[in-house]
């Protein structure tokens, strides 16, 4: 089995200010994903990236940058925090030949004060 | 593009009913729809996944079948428990696009005694 570890569990920052949330897996899975989780409002995808170096804007990218650093770790980076962005970050990864079956991390809390 | 529609977000029900979740889907190519649960202070996880042979996935007494005539795969089981009451999401992920997947805003199930 394998984990996915997202740090820091909870990430508190001040409005204007570039705030990063890391995600590490040792699945050995290809495909790596960024959700932001707001209640009511499902799990919308941020960035995907389907390999090292590759980086796929999801539908809420805007505001946001990815980095894939190497194939276990995939950052997110929001570049200037705003209160109504304060939600549940989800990172997850995906095996291939699995129809992107997701396997997720535990999540990090953004808070912007 | 591809989209997940959940009509309920909170659906209250009593221990030993039978539990109905909907799910909707818009796709362009070939769809491979999943159920995720997510328990409070959880990561999602994978409930079920659709086979592309047609058969009924099951797992944990739910079960759920794609009508691609209908564009749906609605979650079921015949007997709710207690340990059921969690957040469901619908996901659609299209093969033949290797699109990341696409959830819909998600249903609370919460089962009473």
């Known amino acids: 089995g394998g984990i996915i570890t997202q740090t820091p569990k909870f990430l508190i920052g001040q409005e204007g200010q570039k705030l990063t949330l890391k995600c590490q897996q040792n699945?050995?899975?290809?495909?790596m994903y960024w959700y932001r989780q707001d209640s009511g409002k499902g799990l919308r995808l941020i960035y995907y990236?389907?390999?090292?170096?590759?980086?796929q804007k999801g539908d809420l990218s805007e505001g946001y940058d990815a980095s894939r650093e190497k194939k276990s770790s995939f950052s997110l980076t929001v570049t200037s925090a705003q209160k109504n962005e304060m939600a549940v970050f989800l990172c997850a990864s995906s095996p291939k030949g699995s129809g992107n079956t997701l396997y997720f991390g535990e999540g990090s809390r953004l808070i912007v004060v | 593009g591809d989209s997940v529609t959940q009509t309920e977000g909170l659906v209250t029900l009593t221990e030993g009913l039978p539990v109905m979740l909907n799910c909707t889907y818009q796709s362009t190519y070939s769809p491979f729809l999943f159920w995720y649960v997510q328990h409070l202070n959880e990561a999602p996880k994978l409930l079920l996944k659709?086979?592309?042979?047609?058969k009924r996935p099951e797992h944990q007494g739910f079960h759920a079948t794609l009508h691609k005539s209908s564009s749906s795969f609605h979650l079921q089981k015949s007997s709710a428990q207690l340990s059921d009451s969690a957040l469901y999401y619908c996901?659609?992920?299209?093969?033949?696009?290797?699109?990341?997947?696409?959830f819909g805003a998600g249903t609370k199930l919460s089962v009473k005694p």
């Open positions: 659709s086979f592309t042979d047609n």
């Open positions: 699945f050995n899975h290809d495909t």
């Open positions: 990236s389907i390999t090292e170096n590759d980086l």
């Open positions: 996901a659609l992920s299209d093969l033949n696009n290797n699109n990341a997947p696409r």
